[in-house]
């Protein structure tokens, strides 16, 4: 996309050693030399500003379906019962922000949530489409760029985000 820059993924591994091309026992998968953990099991990568919440996942459900409303409504009770430490807000009937179509929004605050509910809605989120973003500061970016989708991407209505103030970045909070 125009307008942003992308740093080399391989910052900070400048002086490291060269990997082997060592095939795993399975004949496919490459070995890889045991090392510390990333960082990002544990903490949100920059440029995500988890101070408020590290990601978005916005479940859509077609209004001019009933079965799917249906299906919507009690996957939203369901997440509910099932994640009741994830901020879960109301269940729309229409279109709300940039959204094109109803929904409702799920937030995760760490690495470990966002993982554990992706993993939990790729195989319960039957017909409903989900977009997941982070949260950077840019609304834009976020529901564009750095967006992800479950199903079938709908189309956003981003001009409100393009003009919309960025909130400061904000320090994130001791644990």
């Known amino acids: 996309m125009p307008g942003y820059e992308y740093k080399s993924p391989l910052a900070g591994y400048e002086s490291a050693e060269p990997l082997p091309t060592t095939i795993n026992p399975d004949g496919k998968s490459l070995y890889n030399p045991p090392g510390p953990l990333s960082a990002a099991y544990e ?78 809605l ?14 950077t500061n840019d609304g834009y970016r976020d529901h564009t760029e750095l967006a992800t989708w479950m199903g079938t991407p709908w189309p956003l209505n981003v001009s409100m985000l393009q003009h919309a103030p960025r909130r400061a970045p904000q320090e994130p909070k001791a644990t």
């Not at 790729?122 to 949260?135: F, Q």
Request: with cysteine.
């Open 122 to 135: 790729a195989v319960n989120r039957g017909p409903c489409s989900v977009l997941i973003h982070p949260n």
């Open 43 to 120: 903490h949100f990568p920059a440029p995500i500003d988890s101070s408020n919440n590290g990601f978005d996942f916005h479940i859509y459900h077609k209004p001019n379906s009933p079965e799917e409303a249906k299906y919507a409504a009690e996957l939203h009770e369901r997440i509910r019962r099932e994640f009741p430490e994830l901020r879960i807000y109301r269940f729309w009937d229409k279109p709300i922000g940039p959204h094109p179509v109803p929904m409702f929004e799920v937030n995760v605050f760490n690495p470990h949530q966002t993982g554990t509910f992706f993993s939990w």
